[in-house]
Structure formats: C-alpha cells, structure tokens
C-alpha cells in the first residue's frame, strides 16, 4: 500500500503533497542569480488579496463557514511557508521567481488555499508573493548562503508590508499569520515594524506557527496566555507523542508551544472532542481529527482519527500544523478580534 497516495492525501497535509527528500542545492548563492523583485503595486505580486478573487476566498467542503472578508474590520497578513523545495528548473536556485507560474499555482493551491483560508471568516487577507528561500538554505552548512537567501526573501516581504500599510491598511487592526518559512519573516517584520513601535497599537496577535519560536524573542510581545488574549504570539510545532527530533535540544525544547484546542500554554491534555475541525482531501471539513498536548516545546498528538490511520508511521506533522486545527484557529481569530475591538 502507497501510504504517500493514499492515507498522506486524505490528511491534507497541505504544502506540496507527498515528496522524496527535498533537494539539495549543489551551488552557492550568486548575487548574479537572484530573479527580479515583485512589483507590489500589481496585483498579480499577491497571492491573496481581499479586491481579487483568489484561494484565500474558499470555503472547506463539507462545513457551514462562510468568508467573512467582505464584512471584516481586521486585516491579515499571511506569510507562506516553503514551496521551493525541489531541484529548480531555472538558473533561479537560491530563491524562486514570483514570475513562475507553475510555482505560483504550487502556493495558491497549497498554503492559500489550506492554511491562509483559516483568517477568512474575520479578516482580510493579504498574502505576498515573495522570492521564498529554497529549502536547502534551512540545512545548508555554508552561513552566509543562508542569510543571503533568507535576506532577498525578507526584503520582499518588507517592501510588501510597507506598500500594503501605505496603499491598503488605512489604520486598521492587523493579524500577522506564518508558517515555516514565513514565520522566520513574520517575526522579523513584528521586529522591525511592531515591537515596542507606533504600529503596535493596530497589532491584534500574530500566529507564528511552524518553527520554534522562544518565549523572549520580543522585548514587549509576549506569548499569548489564554483564548482571548491581544497585543501577543501564539506558536507551536506539531509531533507524533512521545518522539523527540533529533533538533529537540536545538531550541525546540524551550520554545513556545500554545495548545491551539485550549489556546493555553501548560501540559493539560486536549481530546479530540475539542477540535472544532480539521481540512483533508479536496480542502474538505474532518471534525474530531487529532488531540494535542504541550510538551517541552512541542505539541504532541495521537494518529488522526481517520479510516487507517494506524498505518501512519508519520512522526513530524510540521505539514500540518495549521490544518489539523483549522476550524479552532477560525473560531479563536473570531473571539481575539472581538477582544480587541471592544477594547
């Protein structure tokens, strides 16, 4: 049984589907080689935005949700995690080209379409193509290829938030929302723009999932400690129970980890009977579909309840992250905006 065609696309597991290990880059990162930069002021430079008709408009099968972005007070901005994870097709090796349709339609039908639609029923969304970093610059040992790569990534990011707060925000409450790669970005913008800035008085919270994010990475944004809360982080890194990656002791183990049933920090156990729904096969609505629990940095879950499930040796659920929880991180964007702009 092909468990990568079969029980792995039944879980979503969102990015780009079931892949072999991803490839590693044999050059070093050329200034010479780095694709043009995104026009922000064209629209075709976002992969969602609230005037355009997109994948962060949908809706899961099988659900009664609805996209709220038409009514939404509340903005977010959504950075996408890695793509770019493949041999590359172009002399663009170190970071994609926002010009490449095929990857392009590789981020809407993956990371917009099953993550970035979590903030649809609240908030607007604005989601930037940015010149991601493949994903060798995360296992390289060469230093300065990585920065390099991370930098041409990050300064798109900037210079779409800077172009989104001058053309489109308009002094509304922001949402910043990341997985993996993105959030590696996310928590340098909230750095730069938010953390102990003027604009923090627009930011709602930030959801930083998908890399280990310490406790103390912000001098005046603090990690979230109830449901409701605003002004903070929320953050964790989905695991099978009882396995601890070889990266455990690297900064995962003194990590942030908010149990997104409870939307609390501490060890209590959360049944699946908690999970208001997680998205599957053809973004369809799965309700029940794991437990969590916090532990020493990680969130830990049981196998998804789905038919064969037990067949699942899947131990890192980093793909997941985000959809296993996706109808609790709806509801919870929902409650934290109603929090704040009651304030």
């Given at each position: ?8 696309f039944?879980?979503?597991v ?7 290990t991803p490839y ?8 010479k080689?780095?694709p043009a930069?995104?026009?922000y002021?064209?629209?075709e430079?976002?992969a969602?935005l609230?005037?355009k008709n ?10 009664d949700l ?8 509340v ?10 994870t493949?041999k ?13 349709a095929?990857?392009?339609e590789?981020v809407?039908?993956?990371t ?9 029923g609240s ?6 193509r ?13 230093k ?21 707060l001058k ?5 509304r409450p922001?949402i ?7 959030t590696?970005?996310?928590t ?13 008085q627009?930011?709602?919270?930030a959801?930083l999932?998908?890399i ?10 603090k ?7 605003t002004?903070?982080?929320v953050s ?11 990266w455990?002791?690297l ?9 997104p ?9 959360a049944?699946?009977?908690?999970n208001?729904?997680?998205?599957g096969l053809k973004f369809?609505m799965y309700p ?5 629990q916090?532990h020493?940095?990680m ?14 040796k899947?131990k ?17 964007v ?10």
């Amino acid at each position: 049984m092909n468990l990568c065609k079969n029980l792995f696309f039944i879980l979503i597991v969102s990015l780009s589907g079931c892949k072999s290990t991803p490839y590693q880059l044999k050059s070093h990162f050329s200034e010479k080689l780095i694709p043009a930069a995104p026009d922000y002021a064209r629209s075709e430079s976002w992969a969602a935005l609230p005037t355009k008709n997109d994948q962060a408009d949908q809706i899961p099968l099988k659900s009664d949700l609805k996209d709220g972005q038409a009514e939404a007070k509340v903005d977010v901005f959504f950075l996408h995690p890695t793509i770019f994870t493949g041999k590359p097709s172009t002399e663009y090796e170190w970071n994609a080209n926002v010009e490449d349709a095929k990857m392009n339609e590789s981020v809407d039908n993956s990371t917009i379409l099953n993550q970035a639609t979590a903030f649809n029923g609240s908030g607007k969304i604005y989601a930037p193509r940015y010149r991601q970093a493949h994903y060798h610059a995360f296992v390289t040992n060469d230093k300065d290829d990585k920065v390099k790569s991370l930098d041409v990534a990050y300064s798109d990011v900037k210079r779409a938030f800077e172009y989104y707060l001058k053309n489109y925000n308009q002094g509304r409450p922001i949402i910043i929302a990341s997985h993996s790669q993105g959030t590696v970005h996310a928590t340098r913008l909230i750095k730069e723009f938010f953390d102990n800035k003027p604009l923090q008085q627009q930011f709602v919270l930030a959801y930083l999932t998908g890399i280990a994010t310490q406790p103390t990475v912000f001098t005046n944004i603090k990690p979230c400690e109830s449901p409701e809360q605003t002004g903070c982080f929320v953050s964790w890194n989905t695991y099978a129970k009882d396995y601890y990656p070889a990266w455990h002791s690297l900064g995962l183990s003194t990590a942030v980890s908010t149990n997104p049933l409870t939307w609390r920090l501490d060890s209590t156990y959360a049944p699946a009977s908690l999970n208001k729904g997680g998205v599957g096969l053809k973004f369809t609505m799965y309700p029940n579909l794991v437990d969590a629990q916090n532990h020493q940095g990680m969130l830990w879950i049981n196998k998804p309840n789905i038919k064969g499930s037990f067949l699942l040796k899947t131990k890192v659920w980093h793909r997941a992250d985000i959809n296993f929880f996706y109808n609790n991180i709806r509801e919870n964007v929902a409650l934290r905006i109603e929090n704040f702009l009651n304030k």
